[in-house]
DNA sequence: GCCGAACTTGCAGTCCGTGCAGATTTGCAC
DNA sequence: GTGCAAATCTGCACGGACTGCAAGTTCGGC
């Protein structure tokens, strides 16, 4: 179950379906989310339209799902890290690895401007959201030692995909200007102190 | 601009766009998702299918409209909260006004257990999630005094409504036992607290 | 009453998304 | 390495979603 041999059958559709996402994207920024058609992105990935279909059900589907492999890392990071560690502590450790110390990966930051350029993709976005927080959940519910559907893992994944959310929004807006990783922290900062109103603790 | 005079012509759009929605939802429950379309529910709004998609991009989008008018309630109660009142506490005391102190409305439930069942219309249910987000910053920003684009009513807006979101899905996945402004209270406390380790605290 | 603006509608056309059935490929045992 | 069962890919066909456009209809102000 966990050492599943990963077999030629199984790489090569994880592969078709990379390929897949990465043409939806790389099409999509490039002409325009609206000027993209299935037949494109399935020529693009060299697979037949109606096989796009059985690994999407939609290309706004597609386009999200480069981020969403990309963050599923983030569940396995946090799982390798010590097992004592404050969660909040393990979390930022986490999106600085992420982030790669200096700049965010440039396929992640391209997916994010789309979803800003084209608000048909917010929905899908969050939707890809969600699926991250749950992989989140489950760690978070392992860490504690308590059930996965308990409502504590379940609300601290959730706060803290909104805060990353919240925060990326924010950096996206002020021309990415900013520290992406230092931002999130003062997110989580937030959080962590109860979403005190500022004015209270200068 | 604050006083809008609502002419007989907004007034009609109004009512127009409130039947497609209740149409959309009602059809939707009775019949499953799948098995509705567009012009059933134009017809049993009585407009033209064309007319539709003048008011909605998407069947999807309908059935959770009708949850974004009955939630932006959420902001103009809160708006009308005494100033000094703390945050939270206004915001407890909303959603037990929402809540109608015993019985949620019927058609919030409907709609959160048609998306429950309906994976589909998750994507669309987190997207008007994140209008009524949008709403709660706002409120939050004048109440603070803070700038609506700052990370505090920002975040703050983002977490309560995913409190909100984990609670409901808890709830619902308890068969609806329990009190649901109890489970959102346990969840707002959580918040408050900084999301520490229930364990570190008894 | 009358006029401009806003709203509704039908029509035509493109693309989406799915069920189905037949090829093709893969994993596995022998 | 051969053969078989299962998984996957593909083309076809079809209904529904969604949009631009142009004509008709209704509303609000004068």
Request: proline share 5%; no cysteine.
């Given at each position: 179950?966990?050492?599943?041999?990963?077999?030629?059958?199984?790489?090569?559709?994880?592969?078709?379906?990379?390929?897949l996402?990465?043409a939806a994207?790389d099409l999509a920024?490039r002409h325009?989310?609206?000027d993209v058609t299935v037949e494109q992105i399935a020529e693009a990935a060299?697979?037949?339209p109606?096989?796009f279909?059985?690994?999407?059900?939609?290309k706004?589907?597609a386009?999200?799902?480069?981020?969403?492999?990309?963050?599923?890392?983030?569940?396995?990071?946090?799982?390798?890290?010590?097992?004592?560690?404050?969660?909040?502590?393990?979390?930022?450790?986490?999106?600085?690895?992420?982030?790669?110390?200096?700049?965010?990966?440039?396929?992640?930051?391209?997916?994010?401007?789309?979803?800003?350029?084209?608000?048909?993709?917010?929905?899908?976005?969050?939707?890809?959201?969600?699926?991250?927080?749950?992989?989140?959940?489950?760690?978070?519910?392992?860490?504690?030692?308590?059930?996965?559907?308990?409502?504590?893992?379940?609300?601290?994944?959730?706060?803290?995909?909104?805060?990353?959310?919240?925060?990326?929004?924010?950096?996206?807006?002020?021309?990415?200007?900013?520290?992406?990783?230092?931002?999130?922290?003062?997110?989580?900062?937030?959080?962590?102190?109860?979403?005190?109103?500022?004015?209270?603790?200068?």
């Amino acid at each position: 179950m966990v050492l599943v041999t990963t077999g030629l059958r199984e790489r090569k559709k994880l592969r078709t379906r990379r390929r897949l996402g990465t043409a939806a994207l790389d099409l999509a920024v490039r002409h325009g989310l609206a000027d993209v058609t299935v037949e494109q992105i399935a020529e693009a990935a060299e697979v037949s339209p109606r096989t796009f279909f059985n690994y999407f059900s939609s290309k706004e589907e597609a386009v999200v799902a480069a981020g969403v492999e990309h963050a599923r890392e983030l569940a396995d990071r946090l799982a390798a890290r010590p097992a004592d560690e404050p969660v909040m502590a393990s979390l930022r450790a986490v999106m600085r690895e992420l982030l790669g110390e200096s700049a965010p990966p440039k396929e992640w930051v391209a997916q994010v401007r789309l979803v800003r350029a084209n608000p048909a993709l917010l929905p899908h976005q969050l939707a890809a959201h969600a699926q991250i927080e749950h992989s989140l959940r489950v760690v978070l519910a392992e860490r504690t030692g308590l059930a996965p559907d308990d409502l504590h893992p379940a609300l601290t994944a959730a706060a803290v995909m909104a805060a990353i959310r919240v925060a990326t929004d924010r950096w996206l807006g002020s021309d990415e200007h900013a520290d992406l990783g230092d931002v999130i922290d003062d997110a989580l900062d937030l959080l962590a102190g109860g979403l005190r109103h500022p004015s209270r603790a200068p």
